[in-house]
């Protein structure tokens, strides 16, 4: 299994970025998909969830109504869309996936909202 995150930088407050994590070595159309992020000091928080054909996503409440997830099973790639980003945004991004027993996670990309 490998997970590979990409679309981090640094972006203005206010600003939108599109993360990508393009994902290989097992079956992706069937599994649920999810990103976390790790602040500084902070422990690792769920931010978004989607079902594995897409249909139901789901988000932390302090991201919900500026990101949204979604997915290309076609492509093996989920997608976290961000948008009116704030400082307090600023982590490193990482995709995740659960093949049970075993919970697989991405090198991470990092997400710096500064002026």
């Known amino acids: 299994v490998q997970l590979v995150e990409s679309g981090g930088g640094l972006v203005q407050p206010g600003g939108s970025l599109r993360l990508s994590c393009v994902a290989s070595g097992f079956a992706f159309s069937n599994y649920a998909m999810t990103w976390y992020r790790q602040a500084p000091g902070k422990e690792r928080e769920l931010v978004a969830g989607?079902?594995?054909?897409?249909?139901?996503?789901n988000y932390a409440d302090i991201v919900k109504g500026r990101f949204t997830i979604s997915r290309d099973n076609a492509k093996n790639t989920v997608y976290l869309r961000m948008n009116s980003l704030k400082p307090e945004d600023t982590a490193v991004y990482y995709c995740?996936?659960?093949?049970?027993?075993?919970?697989?996670w991405g090198q991470g990309t990092q997400v710096t909202v500064s002026s």
């Open positions: 995740n996936v659960t093949i049970w027993p075993w919970n697989y």
């Open positions: 989607i079902t594995s054909a897409g249909g139901s996503t």
